[in-house]
Nanobody, 119 residues
């Protein structure tokens, strides 16, 4: 299973970005899709997560600005980020957990995509 994350970049405060993370390979099902971030000099933290049933979970500080969604047919998870602030600057990582076609569990991380919010 391989993950390909994209969509990061430089944006001005108040702007928006949409991150994508697509999984490919021998996948039977994906039970958990999540986005984490690691600001400079800080630990990695959960941003948002979504289950295969569509239940979502967000970091309290991000509710209302970030939206996570998934396209099961494409094995892809998205993170729509609005009203971005300088403190949102971080490397964003996707995390997908599920089962391969051989019935084995997997837990993979994407390569990380840089989001920089600055004027």
């Amino acid at each position: 299973v391989q993950l390909q994350a994209s969509g990061g970049g430089l944006v001005q405060p108040g702007g928006s970005l949409r991150l994508s993370c697509a999984a490919s390979g021998n996948i039977f099902s994906i039970s958990f899709m999540g986005w984490y971030r690691q600001p400079p000099g800080k630990q990695r933290e959960l941003v948002a997560a979504i289950t295969n049933g569509g239940s979502t979970n967000y970091a309290d500080s991000l509710k209302g600005r970030f939206t996570i969604s998934r396209d099961n047919a494409k094995n892809t998870v998205y993170l729509q980020m609005n009203s971005l602030k300088p403190e949102d600057t971080a490397v964003y990582y996707c995390n997908l957990r599920g089962t391969t076609g051989r019935g084995r569990p997997f837990d993979y991380w994407g390569q990380g995509t840089q989001v920089t919010v600055s004027s």
